[in-house]
């Protein structure tokens, strides 16, 4: 399993993914900056980490998942790549299972690329106007606490994410999926049901501590029942 892991991670120096991997969250934090600077009246630092960890969580974080599981499926998808490796001797669920734990991985890297990049935007925008912008101390343990808990309930939206491009032979179902499920997310925020809503789970770390609570059940619960799922289903069509 560790080598499948090495392997993968060596493909992905050819691939667009280590490009999107730090574009996404560079982008993020070059728009949170440049909202900054556009503000007339200084901003709280610990609200100016929740609103930036929001947009995150409602768009960035679930695009990126969708992007990203492409991507990854595509490296075998487009070349065929699949017949070969299917064909070794030995468990072939376990080169889903390494799509999975390196998705998991680059959104990983992300989510701290992400906390470093608010911290930057804030710190710098506020050094520019000469500690007028943000008031009080930078939450950068609240920051990073946040995005974790963010990272690990993102982790059943990327699960189906992964699955649907692993099981289509084009990307045009997960892209579909991803965009319908991000724009869902978006127009039923507040719903009571959010809490079940795989592609609204991240973005319920910002709510109250019982509903926080309640979505990181659901989206560990739900990997829990849905990997060997995944892992059983996809080994079965690799047969056929």
Do not use: C
């Not at 965009?179 to 809490?195: D, K, N």
């Amino acid at each position: 399993m560790i080598t499948v892991l090495a392997v993968e991670l060596l493909r992905l120096r050819r691939s667009l993914t280590l490009g999107l991997v730090i574009a996404a969250p560079l982008s993020l934090s070059v728009l949170a900056f440049v909202i900054l600077m556009d503000r007339d009246k200084s901003l709280p630092w610990r609200m100016f980490a929740d609103g930036t960890a929001a947009i995150w969580a409602y768009l960035m974080l679930p695009m990126a998942a969708t992007a990203l599981s492409v991507l990854l499926a595509q490296v075998e998808q487009a070349a065929r790549g699949w017949d070969h490796l299917l064909a070794l001797p030995g468990w072939r669920g376990r080169f889903f299972l390494a799509k999975l734990l390196i998705l998991l991985l680059l959104l990983a890297a992300m989510s701290v690329l992400m906390v470093a990049g608010m911290a930057a935007a804030g710190s710098v925008a506020d050094a520019i106007t000469g500690g007028k912008m943000l008031s009080g101390e930078a939450p950068l343990g609240h920051l990073a606490a946040l995005i974790a808990r963010m990272w690990v309930a993102g982790g059943l939206l990327a699960l189906l994410q992964l699955w649907l491009a692993l099981r289509a032979r084009s990307f045009v179902p997960p892209l579909v999926l991803g965009i319908g499920g991000t724009l869902i997310g978006v127009v039923t925020a507040s719903a009571r049901q959010g809490v079940y809503i795989p592609w609204l789970l991240p973005v319920n770390m910002l709510s109250s501590p019982d509903r926080a609570q309640q979505a990181l059940v659901t989206a560990i619960l739900g990997m829990a029942v849905l990997v060997p799922i995944m892992l059983i289903d996809l080994s079965a069509r690799a047969r056929r």
